[in-house]
């Protein structure tokens, strides 16, 4: 059985529960880093561009091999 999207890709059931499952994941992540960005922000911590983009966004590489794995 086949689930088919709406750009007519298709995908296994389980696989796209565990997609499913990855972008609930990151989302609940961003929500986490965002909160302790703001921490930060309130102690005067962050000083430059550099320094935010490190809080946001720590797991690119992270969420690239997991986009990977679950392609397989």
């Not at 088919?4 to 609940?28: C, D, G, H, V």
């Not at 961003?30 to 962050?46: C, D, F, H, P, S």
Request: net charge positive; glycine share 2%; charged share 25%.
């Amino acid at each position: 059985m086949f689930l088919k999207l709406k750009n007519e890709l298709t995908i296994k059931p389980r696989r796209f529960l565990a997609l499913k499952i990855f972008i609930l994941k990151a989302q609940l992540k961003q929500q986490n880093t965002y909160k302790k960005y703001n921490e930060k922000m309130r102690l005067g911590a962050i000083t430059s561009f550099e320094n935010i983009q490190n809080i946001l966004w720590p797991s690119n590489k992270i969420v690239q091999k997991t986009c990977k794995n679950i392609g397989k």
